[in-house]
């Protein structure tokens, strides 16, 4: 019988396409430190994802239901962010890798969690954490 479109993104051959949708700094408010005045607050939590995928499939068809909808996923990161509540980046990043392979039958999630308000305290750029999953059946 026939089978979803997502079942090719996820059960894709050796040496298939390594196509990839990328969100850059995506805002998103989480409870998330190991400070009291951080838990007492949302904070701002900037992130970088990348979802890969095989493009080929939403490609021929052009239908928006063969493809990762990345407004979608973005409100998804949102939700996982706000139901969040925890001490650690590495943990919310393992978390919102493993929702996005889930939730989008992506390949592979990279993804990039930088915490705006640490940076500020230690007087640099950025701080935070990269994380790089494959879901490979």
Not at 7 to 30: F, K, N, Q, T, Y
Not at 94 to 111: D, K, P, W
Request: charged share 25%; net charge negative.
């Amino acid at each position: 019988g026939s089978r979803p479109a997502w079942v090719s993104r996820v059960l894709m051959p050796p040496g298939a396409p390594s196509d990839r949708i990328v969100i850059e700094d995506l805002h998103v408010d989480a409870v998330i430190g190991v400070h009291d005045w951080e838990t007492a607050m949302r904070q701002p939590l900037l992130l970088r994802i990348e979802l890969e995928f095989d493009n080929r499939v939403p490609a021929a068809s052009g239908a928006l239901a063969d493809a990762v909808d990345y407004a979608a996923v973005a409100g998804a990161v949102r939700e996982h962010a706000a139901a969040f509540s925890g001490a650690l980046l590495e943990q919310f990043a393992e978390q919102c890798c493993a929702m996005l392979a889930a939730r989008f039958g992506v390949r592979a999630v990279t993804l990039q969690v930088d915490k705006p308000l640490a940076a500020l305290a230690l007087d640099c750029a950025r701080v935070g954490v990269r994380v790089q999953r494959r879901f490979d059946a």
